[in-house]
Structures are given as structure tokens and as C-alpha cells.
T-cell receptor, first 112, second 111 residues
Framework: DTEVTQTPKHLVMGMTNKKSLKCEQH?????MYWYKQKAKKPPELMFV???????INESVPSRFSPECPNSSLLNLHLHALQPEDSALYLC???????????FGNGTRLTVT | DAKTTQPPSMDCAEGRAANLPCNHS???????VYWYRQIHSQGPQYIIH???NNETNEMASLIITEDRKSSTLILPHATLRDTAVYYC????????????FGKGITLSVRP
């Protein structure tokens, strides 16, 4: 079990759907991250939140919209995705500015 | 952050030590060496990090050469559950909070 919980574990969505991925941690961490991982590739950073404010956006397309409603929760809103967006989406958290990241086990997204 | 280079894969026998090498010849003085691993279908897991001294915890040992240009992660008694992709990352401890993964090394532990 991990201390970072991601829901759902699997998601299938059409290109016209709107869906959200959720991530929750109760370790008191003030930095939270979204990574995307394609098959047989390393994780790629998408977004970083620090103290509930977006601090890094790695030029991610606007069809991915992150939200950090409070220090324990991180959402990723998905709209008008493409089949090539199918991937494992990983959430992580850390003490702010500390790179000892704690990862969830991800949401496996399939876009049809 | 300094670039790291790892062989693509290696294997070892169960119960034996697994020594995973990493080259980071351009590492700067304030950059740490971090190791994470990713077991299939799971998120990455932090293992250990160090600056210049050797480090040991309950999971592994990290040996960093005196010139800091390379390091070795040692799993003293590998088990089948240690089969995973291991990532070596060089990063400063301060600055923006980015952790960038390279290709990693796939360790296969055989029975």
C-alpha cells in the first residue's frame, strides 16, 4: 500500500468525454505532482503544485487541467483527449522543495 | 541537473548482491545522487540518496566514488521482488522541485 491514493485505478474514456483523476495524501506534504508515463518509458513531469499554487507546468496541452483544492488533494481534469494521451498517470507528493517523492500507483487511462 | 547514464539491463541470482552502476561524470558539487525504483504496475519508490559519503538504509547501500563521477546501488541479498526498473537521478537539493527520470536500468532477479 502507498500513502498516496489515486482514483480510479483504470479509466476508459472517449475523445469527447470529460473526466477527472483524483489524488489524495495525508502526510502533510505541501508539494504535489502529476507525471505521465507511456509504456516502457520513464515518467515525465507534467505539473507541480507548491502550497496549493501551480509552480511548474511543463508545457502541457490545455486539455489537461490540474487543480489543487487543498493541501491534501490534487485533481487532473481531462477534456477532449486524444488516443495518444493513453498512459499511466502518476501522482506524487513531497515536503516542499524536497525531492524524496512519494508516488501513488497511478491511474491507467485509455482514450478511445 | 547532471545527466546520468545507466546500462539498459542486468540480472542477478536470487540471494546474491545486485550492484547497479550509474555514471554521472558532470555532476556538480551541490547535486545529490538519488535512486528510485519502479516495480511493474506500481509507482516509483524512493530508495536512497547521497551527496559524497556512502549511505545505507534498510533497503540498500549507495557507494559514491571519491570524485563523485559515478555511484553504485547495492541490494545486498536480491529477491524476486526486487525485479524492477531502477532510476539513478542527479539533482540539487534546492531550487525548483523537479525530479527528472532517465531511462533507468531493468534489473531481473532470477530464481
Amino acid at each position: 500500500d502507498t500513502e498516496v491514493t489515486q482514483t480510479p485505478k483504470h479509466l476508459v474514456m472517449g475523445m469527447t468525454n470529460k473526466k477527472s483523476l483524483k489524488c489524495e495524501q495525508h502526510m502533510g506534504h505541501r508539494a504535489m505532482y502529476w507525471y505521465k508515463q507511456k509504456a516502457k518509458k520513464p515518467p515525465e513531469l507534467m505539473f507541480v503544485y507548491s502550497y496549493e499554487k501551480l509552480s511548474i507546468n511543463e508545457s502541457v496541452p490545455s486539455r489537461f487541467s490540474p487543480e489543487c483544492p487543498n493541501s491534501s488533494l490534487l485533481n487532473l481534469h481531462l477534456h477532449a483527449l486524444q488516443p495518444e494521451d493513453s498512459a499511466l498517470y502518476l501522482c506524487a507528493s513531497s515536503q516542499n522543495r524536497d525531492v524524496t517523492l512519494h508516488f501513488g500507483n497511478g491511474t491507467r487511462l485509455t482514450v478511445t | 541537473d547532471a545527466k546520468t547514464t545507466q546500462p539498459p539491463s542486468m540480472d542477478c541470482a536470487e540471494g546474491r548482491a545486485a550492484n547497479l552502476p550509474c555514471n554521472h561524470s558532470t555532476i556538480s558539487g551541490n547535486e545529490y545522487v538519488y535512486w528510485y525504483r519502479q516495480i511493474h504496475s506500481q509507482g516509483p519508490q524512493y530508495i536512497i540518496h547521497g551527496l559524497k559519503n556512502n549511505e545505507t538504509n534498510e533497503m540498500a547501500s549507495l557507494i559514491i566514488t571519491e570524485d563523485r563521477k559515478s555511484s553504485t546501488l547495492i541490494l545486498p541479498h536480491a529477491t524476486l521482488r526486487d525485479t524492477a526498473v531502477y532510476y539513478c537521478i542527479a539533482r540539487g537539493y534546492t531550487g525548483n522541485s523537479k525530479l527528472t527520470f532517465g531511462k533507468g536500468i531493468t534489473l531481473s532477479v532470477r530464481p
